[in-house]
């Protein structure tokens, strides 16, 4: 897997923008910005007539300013609250656009992406970038531009004003800014250390609930619960503190910030007994100036809060472009696989999951033949799931070549080449779906006679009628309404609709009773009829009329042959062999 493209801060906040930029939010955006503005705008304007007010309406008694004052007021809360609704839906309505395509380019990235990526992520990692980080990124992104458009108009507004009106006393007060920006700046890399802090902590949350979740059987069975409560309350404890980290940092900035505005106000103040004795200043301009210079404080202040909200959302934003930047499944082939090829042939592979560690499989050499079923025996580790890997093509091995009819599987397309292998897993994965789009799994149009069929010849019809919606049943969360051998049933009836000319059965028999054992190994039999089979078996009574049995052992063949010839040889086969039914 390629290393993670570590984007700087800027880089990765102009590619969140260009989210923003996208014409089907554009204009929305841009009529919750205009909402922003007029809700600023009101706030100012507030207070701006207060000077009329105090100068014309109480200092010289005009009754016209007087009356015509609570219809102002009336009317520029109603402007505001119209412009508060709709920037506020707005921008709701951008923040969820953008949750939906950062969600959906994780999705369509963890579909891509090759299986070393997954074998290096934990799932609560992954689920935790769809669910709480994309979140927090758009939720971090549209904060950080409301506020901004907001809170930076009312600044502009107040400046403009303060300014306007007596430039002495606004430039005493300004004074105070390059501090505040220092202090800004000192404060934004310690928020995005503890934002990232708290990214990985709620992974580590979210992996734990869902093994504590998952595996609630085996934590009960093994007496696991005080230790799940204690590895629990580790990762939870750490999450709490980093918390409390970016907490500590916003609470520790936003009152110098506050302090040092009011140091510059009481110097306003100071001087600004001066300008009144000189009439140079109005008492309707002092007041007005005055709950202004006060006023600034609540926009500054959020405009500072913004950098631990946006330095949140940056840290999300980073880790996501990471995972969706990563490279993909490596598929250049251009081949399409339109039947069964004569021979698949595997030249000197060799294969380790980690570079420097040990080989999985060792310089493995076999042919298998049309029609042939292949059974791969062996203790566990020895190479046979791995094997099959290889050929499917969710690994490509580091040396060596796996042929079809004389061509390299690599120039076969991925889709072509998996779409042909029918594969049934050791660990049956169904979808929390109905029984028939589980068996007709991906399928746009279903056969519902081919549907039928294969349920039958999976043994898996006599339960499916029994269940009170036929095929139309809801099955939960991977199979969890079926028994272990109902579930298995499934899988392999998803197999025999797919009707591929390659079959690969991992252990696809191994939690099965013995009386539906027998009715799979005669479906199965049915199944693998003029196809190309290999099979991973646990128990060797289900492969002794195998075409060819081929005996791994640490990632090499050590054996291979018919059953009653490796019995024959006394070798590690028919050592396997005694062992299992000396257990039995």
Not at 324 to 335: H, Y
């Amino acid at each position: 897997m390629s290393k993670l493209n570590k984007k700087p801060a800027p880089k990765t906040f102009r590619r969140l923008l260009s989210y923003f930029k996208a014409s089907d939010v554009r204009y929305v955006l841009l009529i919750a910005i205009i909402g922003n503005l007029i809700y600023a705008a009101m706030d100012a304007w507030f207070i701006v007539l207060i000077k009329p007010l105090t100068d014309e309406g109480l200092m010289k008694n005009n009754m016209d300013v007087l009356n015509a004052a609570p219809l102002f007021i009336i009317g520029l809360f109603a402007a505001r609250g119209l412009a508060a609704i709709i920037s506020t839906y707005c921008m709701a309505w951008v923040s969820q656009n953008i949750v939906q395509k950062l969600r959906q380019q994780l999705i369509e990235s963890y579909l891509y992406l090759p299986s070393r990526f997954f074998d290096d992520t934990t799932s609560g990692q992954l689920i935790s970038k769809v669910t709480f980080n994309t979140q927090q990124v758009a939720n971090a992104s549209a904060e950080t531009i409301a506020k901004l458009v907001r809170e930076g108009a009312s600044i502009i507004y107040a400046v403009t004003y303060l300014f306007y009106t007596n430039w002495r006393l606004a430039t005493i007060y300004f004074v105070a800014v390059p501090i505040i920006a220092f202090l800004v700046v000192i404060t934004s890399k310690r928020f995005k250390n503890v934002s990232r802090n708290i990214q990985d902590a709620m992974g580590g949350v979210t992996q734990t609930t869902q093994e504590i979740v998952e595996g609630y059987k085996v934590v009960k069975t093994f007496g696991g619960e005080s230790y799940e409560t204690d590895r629990f309350h580790k990762i939870v404890n750490r999450n709490r503190q980093q918390n409390l980290k970016l907490i500590l940092t916003k609470a520790t900035s936003v009152p110098l910030i506050q302090l040092i505005a009011a140091l510059a106000m009481s110097v306003v103040v100071y001087y600004a007994s001066f300008e009144l004795k000189n009439a140079t200043l109005t008492p309707g301009e002092f007041i007005s100036m005055f709950i202004m210079m006060g006023w600034i404080f609540r926009p500054l202040r959020a405009i500072s809060n913004l950098n631990s909200v946006l330095q949140q959302g940056l840290a999300g934003a980073q880790d996501i472009f990471e995972t969706v930047d990563q490279d993909r499944e490596l598929d250049t082939g251009t081949k399409i696989f339109n039947e069964s090829p004569q021979t698949i042939s595997l030249d000197k592979v060799s294969f380790s999951y980690q570079k420097n560690h040990s080989k999985v499989i060792d310089d493995l050499s076999l042919t298998i033949k049309k029609g042939e079923t292949i059974a791969l025996v062996g203790h566990s580790g020895s190479g046979k799931s791995t094997l099959t890997n290889l050929i499917l093509r969710f690994y490509n091995p580091d040396s060596g070549q796996i042929f079809f009819d004389g061509t390299d599987i690599s120039k076969y397309s991925l889709k072509s080449l998996r779409k042909n292998i029918g594969y049934v897993s050791q660990q049956v994965t169904l979808f929390n779906d109905t029984v028939k789009a589980n068996i007709a799994y991906a399928q746009s149009e279903i056969d519902e006679a081919r549907l039928k069929q294969a349920a039958e010849k999976a043994h898996a019809l006599e339960f499916i009628e029994k269940m009170k919606n036929g095929f139309d049943s809801h099955i939960g969360e991977n199979g969890s309404k079926l028994s272990g051998g109902q579930r298995q049933r499934l899988a392999i009836a998803r197999a025999i609709y797919e009707d591929a000319p390659i079959i690969i059965l991992d252990e696809a028999t191994s939690a099965l009773d013995t009386k539906s054992e027998r009715h799979i190994q005669a479906a199965l039999e049915a199944l693998t009829k003029g196809r190309t089979t290999l099979i991973i078996a646990h128990r060797l009574s289900t492969i002794e009329n195998a075409d060819k049995i081929i005996v791994m052992d640490g990632g090499k063949i050590v054996e291979q042959g018919k059953h009653e010839e490796l019995i024959q040889k006394n070798g590690t086969y028919a050592r396997l062999h005694s062992i299992q039914f000396a257990d039995d």
